[in-house]
């Protein structure tokens, strides 16, 4: 069955070092998103892709990056981690064109002391 | 610009007991709306959607909700909900000119009390 997995499901990392939050869909969508949930926020889109080589800005994407370079995955660095980065890191994916809604991974529980 | 509130926060209901859960959405085009559930510890899973057609449309584990164009919302409905149901609710649009960008809702956790 095609899914969308993200790892580590549990990550603590210090002050300044650089984080990479893995996500990896087999449904062969060519969108792919991160968002990140806190509370009394809700979901914000940190980085979106339509397809390879294409990434864009959400609103909440100072300090974070990602890149992609095939279908399947779509990685979230973290460049200098901070502690306002402390969140839980929700990928999920969605056909092209097509409005059946979104696939969401497991999440990832980010902790930066 | 789209927007979604959801009117409530928090929603505590008995077992057995019905519940809605309210959403109302702001967009100067025509919307996709879905509710998503986020069981504790877990993803968002679609619970239900409305692409076009009858506004009521019915989803998994017994929901419902209505689509209501006049009023521009999606509220989300169970006659009997059980323990089981407890989560955090989220509602969802996608609007038309913007085919693949979703904006949720604040979420609602729905409580259950044996």
């Known amino acids: 069955d095609a899914e969308i997995t993200q790892s580590p499901r549990h990550k603590i990392t210090e002050t300044g070092r650089q984080v990479t939050l893995a996500c990896h869909q087999t449904w062969n969508h060519n969108n792919m998103f991160w968002y990140r949930q806190d509370l009394g926020h809700g979901l914000r889109l940190i980085h979106y892709s339509y397809g390879v080589q294409d990434t864009n800005k959400g609103e909440v994407s100072d300090g974070y990056s990602v890149s992609r370079s095939n279908t399947e995955d779509l990685p979230l660095t973290l460049e200098s981690a901070a502690s306002s980065q402390t969140s839980v890191y929700f990928c999920?994916?969605?056909?092209?064109?097509?409005?059946?809604?979104?696939?969401f991974g497991s999440g990832t529980r980010l902790t930066v002391v | 610009a789209q927007s979604v509130t959801q009117l409530d926060s928090q929603v505590p209901v008995f077992e057995e007991a019905p519940v809605e859960l309210r959403c109302n959405y702001s967009s100067s085009v025509s919307v996709y709306l879905f509710w998503y559930v986020q069981y504790p510890n877990q993803g968002l899973q679609l619970l239900l959607k409305y692409l076009s057609g009858s506004t009521l449309v019915k989803g998994i584990n017994g929901f419902e909700a209505e689509f209501n164009k006049s009023q521009t919302s999606f509220h989300l409905r169970k006659p009997s909900v059980h323990i089981s149901d407890t989560a955090e609710y989220f509602c969802a649009v996608i609007p038309y000119s913007s085919a693949s960008k979703i904006i949720f809702g604040s979420g609602t956790r729905l409580s259950i009390r044996p």
């Open positions: 999920a994916s969605s056909e092209a064109g097509v409005n059946y809604g979104y696939t």
